[in-house]
């Protein structure tokens, strides 16, 4: 996945949403992410895809994710 995809996969994220992302040619322990009411943090010079919980900022190497899910709006 290129950094560009991976960034119109996760435009959705709001902060009001889970987004769990898995990640090729890690160890087991080592491979998925949860991220809880994920952000996408605007395109920055850098080019860096980074999500934040509001407490840290992720950085993800758009390469190496395999898939993504990212839960559904809750229904009120």
């Known amino acids: 996945m290129t950094p560009e995809q991976l960034r119109i996969a ?3 994220l ?3 949403r889970d ?8 160890p087991e322990h080592e491979s998925h ?8 943090i ?3 010079p850098d ?3 980074k999500l934040t919980d509001g407490k840290s900022v992720y950085i993800v190497k758009a390469e190496l994710v395999a898939w993504v899910r990212i839960t ?4 009120e």
């Open 10 to 12: 996760l435009r959705e």
């Open 14 to 16: 709001n902060g009001e």
């Open 19 to 26: 987004c769990m992302l898995a990640f090729t040619g890690m």
């Open 33 to 40: 992410l949860t991220v809880h009411r994920a952000m996408l």
């Open 72 to 75: 559904l709006k809750k229904i």
């Open 47 to 49: 080019h860096l895809v």
């Open 42 to 44: 605007p395109d920055e």
